[in-house]
């Protein structure tokens, strides 16, 4: 198991840009595909990117996709999400999670066995 923990969300206006950072304890985290999920009220937690454990492979959902930038540098064993852009739907609590499983169970929460604690970022207009 590697355990987890989310730094960097915040308050920014809309067009600002937040880098969240993911910070890994635990089994080496280049071992891992990592991936980062948002879950806004009410809503479902859903994938926003991923990337694979060397960092060759990423992934991006459609509403994210050149604006956001995932990263990893497994020496620090940190994974990045630098957000640009930011728009307030993008507001929501912020996960990063960690899988062994390959890149078609990257996409859905249950495709990942550990998780952080969140970190709410909040886009106002």
């Known amino acids: 198991q590697v355990q987890l923990v989310e730094t960097g969300g915040g308050l920014v206006q809309a067009g600002g840009s937040l880098r969240l950072s993911c910070a890994a304890s635990g089994r080496a985290l280049s071992t891992y595909a990592m991936g980062w999920f948002r879950q806004a009220p009410g809503k479902e937690r859903a994938i926003v990117a991923a990337?694979?454990?060397?960092?060759?492979?990423?992934y991006y959902a459609d509403s994210v996709k050149g604006r956001f930038t995932i990263s990893r540098d497994n020496a620090k064993a940190t994974v990045y999400l630098q957000m640009n852009s930011l728009k307030p739907e993008d507001t929501a609590v912020y996960y990063c999670?960690?899988?062994?499983?390959?890149?078609?169970?990257?996409?859905?929460?249950?495709?990942?066995?550990?998780w952080g604690q969140g970190t709410q970022v909040t886009v106002s207009s």
């Open positions: 999670a960690a899988t062994l499983r390959g890149f078609y169970d990257w996409m859905e929460p249950a495709g990942y066995t550990s």
């Open positions: 990337i694979s454990g060397s960092g060759g492979m990423t």
